[in-house]
């Protein structure tokens, strides 16, 4: 009984498009010569309902073509898919933490290289951040005003060189570190006095450092 009725259904379909009304264009519900535009796909009874097979699939007429916009969801849900949503990646957050070093406690007066104690601060640093989360390390060294302003230039850029190469001797990528500069031109303290006495040079101290910055991203 259930091969007949589907026989029977696929006749009448078979019919309907085959007959000169419905060659035209006109006839059935939904595809009105006058009203082209709202033809789809589909095979329509007189109650303008989609024909369906005994399968239950609705019937084309093979007139017109299927496209999504005219598709009916429950003849063909694949039109009405939405594509899974996804999800962009959350970029790492980077925060940045400046540590300012006094160079007298890394270097003797007037040299650039590292005292023992020194070696010991940038160990103690290097243990404290994740290497494999550093982003980014600037090395700025500073320098008092004793001296001529070329001298103390190239003197604060030996010694932010020198902690830059101890930190990657320690582990950290050389990609990720930059060392600079900047001479007497940033002091954080001001003191009487011209001549390099004891007292003056022991009252710059705050200005002899080095400023780490170190950027780590939150992965």
């Known amino acids: 009984m259930k091969n007949f009725t589907a026989l029977s259904t696929g006749l009448l379909a078979a019919a309907i498009i085959a007959s000169?009304?419905?060659?035209?264009?006109?006839?059935?519900?939904?595809?009105?010569?006058?009203?082209?535009?709202?033809?789809?796909?589909?095979?329509?009874?007189?109650?303008?309902k989609v024909v369906r097979d005994g399968m239950g699939k609705c019937l084309l007429?093979?007139?017109?073509?299927?496209?999504?916009?005219?598709?009916?969801?429950e003849c063909n849900p694949e039109f009405f898919k939405t594509a899974a949503k996804v999800e962009a990646p959350v970029a790492p957050t980077v925060s940045a933490k400046a540590i300012t070093l006094n160079a007298d406690a890394f270097f003797d007066f007037d040299k650039d290289t590292l005292k023992p104690e020194g070696k010991a601060s940038l160990d103690a640093l290097v243990k404290d951040i994740k290497v494999d989360q550093v982003e980014y390390i600037t090395v700025v060294g500073h320098t008092d005003r004793i001296g001529s302003d070329s001298y103390n230039q190239k003197l604060s850029e030996r010694r932010a060189n020198t902690v830059?190469?101890?930190?990657?001797?320690?582990?950290?990528?050389?990609?990720?570190?930059?060392?600079?500069?900047?001479?007497?031109?940033?002091?954080?303290?001001?003191?009487?006095?011209?001549k390099a006495t004891s007292a003056l040079i022991k009252c710059l101290a705050p200005n002899r450092r080095a400023v780490i910055?170190?950027?780590?991203?939150?992965k």
């Open 20 to 48: 000169p009304a419905f060659a035209a264009g006109e006839g059935y519900p939904g595809c009105l010569k006058s009203d082209t535009d709202k033809c789809t796909a589909y095979v329509y009874d007189s109650m303008g």
């Open 213 to 218: 910055t170190v950027g780590v991203s939150s």
């Open 61 to 73: 007429n093979g007139h017109i073509p299927l496209v999504a916009a005219s598709a009916i969801k």
């Open 164 to 194: 830059a190469k101890y930190l990657t001797a320690k582990g950290v990528p050389a990609t990720k570190i930059k060392s600079s500069g900047v001479g007497e031109t940033q002091p954080v303290k001001d003191c009487k006095g011209t």
